[in-house]
């Protein structure tokens, strides 16, 4: 086990990410770069009897107040997680980074099936805890239930041939009524958030500054591209996908309130999809929608919208968390679920 910590190691940790198949942006340093400087990144490599790299975990670190420092990886391990051997390496070295930071606990929200009971009982063997009860958004930082859609080795004819039909008319009716699709620049992104902001207002939710998303073009590069719908030359929509490795990630989406019956957001689904077909990735990944699916419940639509594609309805484990002072994290998890309570509340009482 060592750590990432030189131009040589950093090298080497990208190209083992990129060309895993278990490969996740969550997992990068470019990423890890989008969220300094309020967390910060270590790198924890497992390694075979000759030094080469067989998994990692990328963890970043935070002080939270009155309770100390959080370690968090979201979409890690990479790695074959059904090898103890090397779960414990990785696991051996968060507990090397929880001494030296003094950390309350590592948290892990991994893109694993739930169904996999071969890893449940690994982690389960090395110490962790598995948090079984998340349903909506609001209860995990990343969410548990998605979307997926299998591209691997498909046509765009093929793929298309599994929408519904509903969903290639809409495609075919945004083209057919003048809605075109542009690649944005990062000066794009102010028409992006402000598209982004009249959304949050409608669908009542909290929306980053233009910052966030500008610090996001700077350091993601070529993995992150900018997606504008326009009408008449007025952006009425836009999108956000992440490319990395064998995948490709639906990360942010705005619609306008204006042309809504022109089905934008269908045709940008589908040059993000084409986008991924002719990268030759193996996944397009529509990210969350709400476990509870039901058709009065307020996210409903959304789980309807990213179903049509044809992708598929996909449970991870959700949140795994290896509790280095477990009182400390008991009490620091209450306060955590009092607040995310009182902010659904303060919420509900401005809309």
Do not use: G
């Given at each position: 086990m060592r750590f990432v910590d030189t131009e040589e190691s950093m090298k080497e940790y990208k190209k083992f990410l990129e060309g895993h198949e278990r490969c996740n942006f969550q997992q990068s340093l470019e990423w890890a770069e989008v969220k300094k400087p309020y967390w910060k990144p270590k790198?924890?490599?497992?390694?075979?009897?000759e030094g080469n790299i067989v998994g990692s975990l990328c963890v970043l670190i935070r002080k939270m107040p009155i309770f100390g420092n959080i370690m968090y990886s979201s979409r890690g391990p990479v790695c074959d997680i059904h090898d103890i051997s090397v779960m414990k390496q990785l696991t051996d070295g968060a507990k090397e980074l929880a001494k030296?930071?003094?950390?309350?606990?590592?948290?892990?929200?991994p893109d694993i099936l739930s169904s996999d009971q071969i890893f449940r009982d690994v982690v389960t063997n090395l110490g962790y805890k598995i948090k079984d009860d998340a349903k909506d958004?609001?209860?995990?930082?990343?969410?548990?239930?998605?979307?997926?859609?299998?591209?691997k080795g498909k046509t765009e004819e093929e793929v298309m041939a599994g929408f519904k039909q509903k969903?290639?008319?809409?495609?075919?009716?945004?083209?057919?009524?003048g809605v075109t699709v542009k690649e944005g620049t990062r000066e794009d992104l102010k028409d992006f958030h402000k598209i982004m902001v009249e959304t949050g207002k409608r669908d009542g939710f909290i929306t980053r500054p233009l910052e966030y998303f500008e610090k996001m073009y700077d350091c993601l590069g070529d993995h992150m591209k900018l997606l504008m719908a326009y009408y008449d030359g007025e952006p009425i929509s836009g999108v956000i996908p992440i490319f990395y490795g064998n995948k490709t990630w639906y990360l942010y989406g705005a619609s306008s309130n204006k042309h809504r019956n022109l089905m934008p957001n269908y045709l940008l689904q589908w040059e993000m999809i084409k986008m991924a077909i002719a990268r030759h990735d193996d996944v397009y990944d529509f990210r969350g929608v709400s476990g509870v699916v039901d058709e009065n419940h307020?996210?409903?639509g959304l789980y309807r919208f990213k179903q049509g594609f044809g992708a598929t309805f996909t449970e991870f484990v959700g949140e795994v968390y290896y509790p280095f002072k477990p009182l400390t994290y008991k009490l620091y998890r209450f306060a955590e679920k009092t607040f995310r309570t009182i902010r659904q509340i303060k919420r509900g009482l401005r809309k």
């Open positions: 790198v924890i490599l497992a390694e075979d009897d030296k930071y003094n950390a309350m606990v590592l948290r892990i929200e958004f609001k209860d995990e930082i990343q969410p548990r239930y998605v979307f997926r859609l299998d591209i969903w290639r008319y809409n495609i075919r009716l945004a083209e057919r009524k307020p996210q409903y």
